[in-house]
């Protein structure tokens, strides 16, 4: 299939795990993709600074914004620096990619832009304070861009997946001292989601097949938010 012929799509935090899989999907289905991290995978990007993300989040047609970073404590047990550095990748990160891609995007006639929120910006998760908030906070700007842009042909979706077994989230098991055994346990489908079946979903969205869908909130998570 070549669903993106013809489209230039801007994927953050794409050096692993769901932005490394739709960076590839993406590719695969006729993309010009910038596949942009911290890390430098094509382009370096620091999604908390406004002048990086002006420089990169232009001339697209996709936007998929999964840069983020997690945290593993309860509110005490949260230090300002912390909660302060959460939100600066995962909502001012998201914000700042939606608001240097969207005059690009009305420019070339229209775009779709897709979030990657989480299961956690729906249900409180134990010793994810910071990490809710954020989420949550991801999923209001997609509603509130979506309304904004309609007229602007310009979608705005996002995805929130449960657990998913990558990098990330094995780093994550690591500092709270979980277990990927644990976590598997809690999911009704008794398996961890895969970066790939999380890139599927983006890659619709991001689609003329999903011409009709803006503002909505696909909930990919095994059953976990379910049961």
């Given at each position: 299939?070549?669903?993106f012929?013809g489209?230039?799509?801007?994927?953050?935090?794409?050096?692993?795990?769901?932005?490394?899989?739709a960076?590839?999907?993406?590719?695969?289905?006729?993309a010009?993709?910038v596949?942009?991290?911290?890390?430098?995978?094509?382009?370096?990007?620091?999604?908390?600074?406004?002048?990086?993300?002006a420089?990169v989040?232009?001339?697209?047609?996709?936007?998929?914004?999964?840069?983020?970073?997690?945290?593993?404590?309860?509110a005490?047990?949260?230090?300002?620096?912390?909660?302060?550095?959460v939100?600066?990748?995962n909502?001012?990160?998201t914000?700042l990619?939606c608001?240097?891609?969207?005059?690009?995007?009305?420019?070339?006639g229209?775009?779709s832009?897709?979030?990657?929120?989480?299961?956690?910006?729906?249900?409180?998760?134990?010793?994810?304070?910071?990490?809710?908030?954020?989420?949550?906070a991801?999923?209001?700007l997609?509603?509130?861009?979506?309304?904004?842009?309609?007229?602007?042909?310009?979608?705005?979706?996002?995805?929130?997946?449960?657990?998913?077994?990558?990098?990330w989230?094995?780093r994550?098991?690591?500092?709270?001292?979980?277990?990927?055994?644990?976590?598997?346990a809690?999911?009704?489908?008794?398996?961890?989601?895969t970066p790939?079946?999380?890139?599927?979903?983006?890659?619709?969205?991001?689609?003329?097949?999903?011409?009709?869908?803006?503002?909505s909130v696909?909930v990919?998570?095994?059953?976990l938010t379910?049961?």
């Amino acid at each position: 299939m070549t669903r993106f012929a013809g489209k230039r799509a801007l994927v953050t935090g794409a050096g692993s795990g769901i932005g490394a899989a739709a960076a590839r999907l993406l590719a695969a289905e006729g993309a010009e993709v910038v596949a942009a991290d911290l890390a430098g995978t094509d382009v370096h990007l620091d999604v908390r600074e406004e002048a990086e993300v002006a420089a990169v989040a232009r001339d697209v047609d996709v936007l998929v914004n999964v840069a983020g970073i997690g945290s593993t404590t309860n509110a005490p047990g949260t230090s300002l620096d912390v909660w302060e550095d959460v939100f600066a990748v995962n909502a001012r990160g998201t914000f700042l990619c939606c608001k240097h891609a969207i005059p690009s995007m009305i420019a070339r006639g229209g775009g779709s832009i897709v979030n990657i929120a989480s299961v956690a910006a729906l249900v409180g998760l134990r010793n994810r304070a910071a990490y809710c908030a954020s989420k949550g906070a991801v999923v209001s700007l997609t509603r509130a861009l979506a309304v904004d842009h309609v007229n602007d042909r310009i979608r705005v979706n996002a995805v929130c997946p449960g657990t998913v077994d990558s990098p990330w989230v094995r780093r994550l098991v690591e500092e709270s001292g979980e277990s990927l055994d644990d976590l598997t346990a809690r999911q009704p489908l008794g398996r961890l989601g895969t970066p790939e079946e999380i890139a599927e979903a983006i890659a619709y969205l991001a689609s003329d097949a999903a011409s009709f869908v803006t503002g909505s909130v696909v909930v990919i998570d095994g059953g976990l938010t379910a049961a």
